[in-house]
């Protein structure tokens, strides 16, 4: 991750560091983390996820929804004055110098790869034709295939104020009879069996309490044949001879998780296993670690701009939480315990 060293700006960590621990509370004292967040002691143990309706577990994850909403409805106008409609990395040439000019076209870029990756044609008795974008945020992506394939996208978010914003700019782009975004549980969505050619979700799992239950729900709604992509933020697979992930290491990924409403992380082999298991054909993943090295150091330099630094003060402490904590996603970039990863794969036809 050399790009990433390269890239950061010392003094400016430095003062957020600072900044983080007197308004955070951090010091020596132990982190406290959400009920389901990561292990507090001891050798952190590989994080299990039971879904059962018990009322403990419908009250946190209610929670969770809850604050992934408001941190959301909250930080999502800052995120689009200063980077515009695409809410997820970009993709860059590795080891290749970035300007900021080139940030915009590299999220363009990620959604081209992430389509290329997964073999998705655009030969026209193959292109999709009916599309998901689970956690669609202001619906970038969900505009930007309706207009390749010319296909008619649907995008669900928890964030009422990002499924508003998504239609209004559809509107706006002359797509309203193209793509429609609506407020909807992605671990219980509202649509039949069977109903999307291309199910898609660019940087949402990361913010699933069941792992298991959201590709189930893809795979549930994907058509035969359909094509299943999944952009996301995971840990690295643990070697054979571990239990878990380091104490160090969870307590780097739960105060990243307080932040940004996150429930335990995953491994990208932990996705694949799930994709086994629920018998999907053609399992691809691949690290693009590497091609996403610019992208955070450049968040914080345009975060902490006159323009970035207004937004986010107008916006509210929810966001502010969140800009405090990004130099500890480059961190655990460079420790290589943060994975920026896809999978893919089919339904059977």
């Known amino acids: ?96 110098a970035a300007t900021i000019d080139d940030h915009r076209a590299a999220q363009i870029r990620m959604i081209e790869e992430a389509l290329r990756f997964a073999g998705v044609s655009d030969a026209p008795l193959k292109k999709p034709k009916e599309v998901l974008d689970v956690g669609c945020g202001i619906g970038g992506s969900s505009r930007y295939i309706a207009k390749k394939y010319g296909a008619y996208c649907r995008g669900i978010t928890l964030s009422p104020v990002q499924a508003q914003r998504a239609q209004a700019l559809a509107a706006a782009e002359g797509l309203a009879d193209k793509v429609n975004f609506q407020v909807a549980d992605a671990l219980d969505q509202p649509f039949s069996d069977g109903q999307f050619d291309l199910v898609w979700s660019m940087e949402s799992g990361e913010h699933m309490p069941d792992k298991m239950k959201f590709v189930s729900e893809m795979a549930r709604v994907a058509a035969p044949g359909a094509s299943i992509i999944i952009v996301t933020w995971c840990h690295r697979d643990l070697l ?34 799930i994709a086994k298991r629920l018998s999907l054909e053609e399992i691809r993943t691949a690290d693009w670690s590497d091609n996403v090295a610019p992208f955070w150091p450049a968040v914080i330099q345009s975060a902490f701009t006159w323009q970035g630094l207004t937004s986010l003060l107008r916006s509210g402490w929810k966001s502010i939480k969140g800009a ?26």
């Open 324 to 349: 405090l904590v990004m130099p500890l996603m480059i961190e655990g970039y460079n420790k290589k315990l943060i994975k920026f990863a896809i999978i893919t794969c089919r339904k059977p036809a």
């Open 240 to 273: 054979e001879s571990e239990e878990g992930l380091l104490p160090e290491e969870t307590n780097l990924l739960n105060k990243i998780c307080n932040a940004y409403y996150l429930p335990p992380w995953c491994s990208a082999a932990e996705y694949v296993k």
């Open 1 to 96: 991750m050399g790009t990433l060293l390269h890239l950061q700006a010392p003094p400016l960590q430095l003062h957020l560091r600072t900044l983080r621990c007197r308004l955070l509370g951090e010091g020596n004292r132990t982190p406290s983390f959400p009920p389901w967040g990561f292990p507090r002691h001891g050798r952190s143990r590989r994080p299990v996820r039971v879904f059962v309706a018990s009322a403990t577990e419908t009250a946190e994850e209610e929670t969770l929804k809850k604050g992934i909403a408001e941190f959301y409805d909250e930080s999502s106008a800052v995120w689009e004055g200063v980077w515009g409609e695409h809410m997820h990395h970009g993709f860059y040439d590795t080891d290749a």
